[in-house]
Nanobody, 115 residues
Framework: QVQLVESGGGLVQAGGSLRLSCAAS????????MGWFRQPPGKQRELVAT???????NYADSVKGRFSVSRDTSKNTVYLHMNSLKPEDTAVYYC?????????WGQGTQVTVSS
């Protein structure tokens, strides 16, 4: 059973930066796709960014140019570098891992951006 543990959330002022990390355990094999989703207050969970083992990346339009996703495939670890943060980036951020047909989720880490 794959387990995901996130770290790095917190409170930051608008325009600031944060880095989130997510490490997967419980598997000896590389996870094909890892990434990040977020759930703003009162809204549905939405895609932030994903990256597969070939390095192909997909970003939500709302974070393009500000966020950067990367991974260490050998460690099954994924990172999210968030720059130029805005109050609308406030959300619980969830790490996601896909080894189809299964999808795994972390417990979530709160990111709060103050104006």
């Amino acid at each position: 059973q794959v387990q995901l543990v996130e770290s790095g959330g917190g409170l930051v002022q608008a325009g600031g930066s944060l880095r989130l990390s997510c490490a997967a355990s419980g598997t000896r094999f590389s996870i094909p796709t890892m990434g990040w989703f977020r759930q703003p207050p009162g809204k549905q969970r939405e895609l932030v960014a994903t990256i597969n083992s070939a390095g192909n990346i997909n970003y939500a339009d709302s974070v393009k140019g500000r966020f950067s996703v990367s991974r260490d495939t050998s460690k099954n670890t994924v990172y999210l570098h968030m720059n130029s943060l805005k109050p609308e980036d406030t959300a619980v951020y969830y790490c996601n891992a896909e080894r189809l047909p299964r999808r795994y989720w972390g417990q979530g880490t709160q990111v709060t951006v103050s104006s």
